[in-house]
């Protein structure tokens, strides 16, 4: 269940969310235009947990990587593939986490979920500053960055940083209450792909272990 939550927590972050517009334009024009103008994309990722603060080296945890798929609002399929498989997969009403190794399902209402979370960005409708502080973070690593800082207090993340390129996420960087930051980086973005009506139906795995939050 440990696993559930760190992965269910990061993916929220999804995840990322962007932008669109020309190289030059702020971080914050590019994430506007990107979320405007895309109702959906898919694409691939790579997540990274970065240990050691207070002065401590950095070091990062193995990779884990997948794809990611979604349509606003609240529906997404983001997979990890390696170093294990893993599903958190969002209808628009429910989030399912699926375990594969143990053919294990946890469901909870998409809602409470998402909030202040990072998978609000990316998965949650266009008005990103009720929920989020927005500003500038400056240019970094030939990236664009946006600062996002949640308004609610009780939420697990101080801070979520985007970076964008060429009016696209590349980027996101989730640094938690207790110092840890976990970065995704995104790749083979495609917005807008053709989605069918049942592309985010969750289908019970045979046998699976059901537990509901």
Known sequence: MKRFKSMAVLTAGLVL??????????ALEQFKSFVSSTKAAKGEFVQ??????NGD?????????????????GKFIWTYSKPYEQVLQ?????????????NQ???????DA????????????????????????GTRDGLEWLKAVPKAKDTSFEQITIGLKDGLPAAMELKDSFG???????????KNPALSA????????????VFNN
């Open 17 to 26: 969310a962007g932008a669109a517009s020309v190289a030059s334009a702020s």
């Open 48 to 53: 990274t947990q970065v240990k050691g603060t």
């Open 57 to 73: 080296t950095p070091k990062a945890n193995k990779n884990s990587s997948g794809t990611f798929v979604f349509a606003r609002p």
């Open 90 to 102: 969002a209808d628009g009403d429910q989030m399912f986490i699926y375990d594969k190794d143990l």
């Open 105 to 111: 399902v946890t469901t909870k209402k998409l809602g």
């Open 114 to 137: 998402l909030g202040s979370s990072p998978a609000a960005i990316l998965f949650g409708s266009n008005d990103l500053e009720k929920n989020f502080t927005l500003s500038e973070g």
């Open 180 to 190: 840890q930051t976990s970065v995704l980086k995104f790749s083979k973005i495609e």
């Open 198 to 209: 049942t592309s985010f139906k969750f289908v019970m795995p045979k046998g699976a272990d």
